[in-house]
T-cell receptor, first 115, second 113 residues
Framework: DADVTQTPRNRITKTGKRIMLECSQT?????MYWYRQDPGLGLRLIYY???????NKGEISDGYSVSRQAQAKFSLSLESAIPNQTALYFC??????????????FGSGTQLSVL | DQQVKQNSPSLSVQEGRISILNCDYT??????FLWYKKYPAEGPTFLIS?????DKNEDGRFTVFLNKSAKHLSLHIVPSQPGDSAVYFC????????????FGSGTRLQVQP
């Protein structure tokens, strides 16, 4: 079983719809992240959470919101999806207890298409 | 403005030869650098890292070099193997502990048999 699980793997939705992407982890890591990948732009940070009560905006948070329901769960919501939010979305985790905060463990990604 | 830049979108190398992937950064506060590898339909995986107190870190066939004065780092793969064909992302961190990684745009490496 994957340590970082993203659901769904693929999603097609229409402009204006609300959509939620979910991420769960069994690694016991305290930190969780949401990135999006676009061709030519690499991975860009949307939101990150250092623990359940510590949530921070990344470089491209507009149009997105997140919820850290538990240490193991971090969901990303698009309140009103628009076509330029079509991208590959990655959830990631890291563990501060090892002193390797920057070593991220990624899920397999969610391909989102907004028509 | 991208703070971490990978100016070569793609690179093709013959099996057995050296692959050199480059990365430049603009933020002088970055003090920890990492390389991630990504295969199709998978998430990126950590490959190798280097702290700004070092100028070289080696792990098997992979070596990362850091030139702080030039704000440049490179990943060397020797010898290259077809299984190394993937997208490689450079990433950087400032003030570890309170900041998340900043990634480059990636370089697609193709190792020809």
């Amino acid at each position: 079983d994957a340590d970082v699980t993203q659901t769904p793997r693929n999603r097609i939705t229409k402009t204006g719809k609300r959509i939620m992407l979910e991420c769960s982890q069994t690694k016991g890591h305290d930190r969780m992240y949401w990135y999006r990948q676009d061709p030519g732009l690499g991975l860009r940070l949307i939101y990150y959470s250092f623990d359940v009560k510590d949530i921070n905006k990344g470089e491209i948070s507009d149009g997105y919101s997140v919820s850290r329901q538990a240490q193991a769960k971090f969901s990303l919501s698009l309140e009103s999806a628009i076509p330029n939010q079509t991208a590959l979305y990655f959830c990631a985790t890291s563990d501060t207890t090892t002193g390797q905060n920057e070593k991220l463990f990624f899920g397999s990604g969610t391909q989102l298409s907004v028509l | 403005d991208q703070q971490v830049k990978q100016n070569s979108p793609s690179l093709s190398v013959q099996e057995g030869r050296i692959s050199i992937l480059n990365c430049d950064y603009t933020n002088s506060m970055f003090d920890y650098f990492l390389w991630y590898k990504k295969y199709p339909a998978e998430g990126p995986t950590f490959l190798i890292s280097i702290s700004s107190i070092k100028d070289k870190n080696e792990d098997g066939r992979f070596t990362v070099f850091l030139n702080k004065s030039a704000k440049h780092l490179s990943l060397h793969i020797v010898p290259s193997q077809p299984g190394d064909s993937a997208v490689y992302f450079c990433a950087a961190s400032a003030n570890p502990g309170r900041r998340a990684l900043t990634f480059g745009s990636g370089t697609r490496l193709q190792v020809q048999p």
